[in-house]
T-cell receptor
Framework: DTEVTQTPKHLVMGMTNKKSLKCEQH?????MYWYKQKAKKPPELMFV???????INESVPSRFSPECPNSSLLNLHLHALQPEDSALYLC??????????????FGPGTRLTVT | QKEVEQDPGPLSVPEGAIVSLNCTYS??????FMWYRQYSRKGPELLMY????GNKEDGRFTAQVDKSSKYISLFIRDSQPSDSATYLC????????????FGTGTRLLVSP
């Protein structure tokens, strides 16, 4: 089963709100990723977790706070966002390098609108 | 110069046509090559994955990698209207972590 699930599908939030995006995978992958995608652009990497530890932070503003509570779950906590943060937020997972294939599987995304 | 170049299209073809989608890249360290299909407002769906050079076939889809020319292709045979989507190439080097570098995506329109 090559499925990554994300909730919610859509989220509208004000600039003072706090909200969280959730991602879950049951493929036994130990690497999980958050990407941001603007319209007509490719996904941009935000964070990478490997074995539940943050491995890469692509200089993302602190108003985005990732969390990996266990090997299947990945959260992205949002606080004091700006309208320009409106985008499709994608979660992905893969094997950890050195443990097999490297392909990343993406979830359906959460469409975030900041008002 | 971008690391990965991909023609944004749109590429319009009639149903049944053979479609050729391409990417060129500049980083000779890239060894892992992927093609994703993305429908509007959905997440990218992995179509093909190739390690190093060569061809790989899956149903109507064939992926080719030519590392000597730094050129990868995706061929779609007997294209269907349901193939209308944006196709993203992605690649990464074997440098210890999986940072994918994406092309900008090619929008494909298959008309009935």
């Amino acid at each position: 089963d090559t499925e990554v699930t994300q909730t919610p599908k859509h989220l509208v939030m004000g600039m003072t709100n706090k909200k969280s995006l959730k991602c879950e995978q049951h493929m036994g992958h130990r690497a999980m990723y958050w990407y941001k995608q603007k319209a007509k652009k490719p996904p941009e990497l935000m964070f990478v977790y490997s074995y539940e530890k943050l491995s890469i932070n692509e200089s993302v503003p602190s108003r985005f706070s990732p969390e990996c509570p266990n090997s299947s779950l990945l959260n992205l906590h949002l606080h004091a966002l700006q309208p320009e943060d409106s985008a499709l937020y994608l979660c992905a997972s893969s094997q950890v390098p050195g443990q097999g294939a490297y392909e990343q599987y993406f979830g359906p995304g959460t469409r975030l609108t900041v008002t | 110069q971008k690391e990965v170049e991909q023609d944004p299209g749109p590429l319009s073809v009639p149903e049944g046509a053979i479609v050729s989608l391409n990417c060129t890249y500049s980083n000779s360290a890239f060894q892992y090559f992927m093609w994703y299909r993305q429908y509007s407002r959905k997440g990218p769906e992995l179509l093909m994955y190739t390690y190093s050079s060569g061809n790989k076939e899956d149903g109507r889809f064939t992926a080719q990698v030519d590392k000597s020319s730094k050129y990868i292709s995706l061929f779609i045979r007997d294209s269907q209207p349901s193939d209308s989507a944006t196709y993203l190439c992605a690649m990464s080097a074997n440098t210890g972590f999986q940072k994918l570098v994406f092309g900008t995506g090619t929008r494909l329109l298959v008309s009935p």
